[in-house]
């Protein structure tokens, strides 16, 4: 048991360093997950003390291919509401971050900025859907006909197998699925795939 309380441990850990925050900046959304060969925004907030210093802002993509950006400098100082709109590119499936360089005076700060590009889904997975779940609904259904009644009295008398196999099913595996989501910091669609 303490095997598995570090194996989650460790698998939370790593989630908490993805995303660097500094009191100053935040972003909205917190994590980009945007469709592959499209185009989304970023939102810079600062949140910071108001100042007559000139802020001006680089970015840069870590992985050009999975996340590119049209313009890689802009001057926060000109802005108004104190946010700025970052158009970013989506190009192929991946993870990646952008490099905020934020030079206030003569400070400079440096935030990580996570980008997940995802598959596009096309029509035609939403019809397989829909014809997939009714026969699998069907399938277990005619599997759960097939028991015989001298087969459930003898699993009732020996009820072992069946606790273990419930405990595993409910409680194990859905711990195991909860904790990889978090440690790689799955999107909500994947992180439901896990469970299943």
Known sequence: MAAFAVFVLLCFLPGAFLQYADSD??????????????????????????STESIFLKVSSAR???????????NLTAVSNNSLSVPVQSGHIGITTLDFTVNQGASATVLDYTVKVLRARPPFDEALNYLLIPFLVVNA???????????VVKVLKRPHGVAIGVLSQFVFMPLLAFSF????????????GKLA
């Open 25 to 50: 900046f935040g972003f909205e959304p917190a994590i980009l997950n945007i469709p592959e060969r499209s185009e989304d925004n970023v939102t810079l907030l600062y949140i910071g003390p108001n």
């Open 64 to 74: 050009s291919q999975v996340a590119m950006l049209k313009e890689g400098s802009f």
């Open 141 to 151: 259904f005619a599997m759960g006909t097939a028991v015989e009644w001298p087969l």
């Open 181 to 192: 989501s978090k440690a790689f910091s799955l999107a909500d669609v994947y992180a439901i």
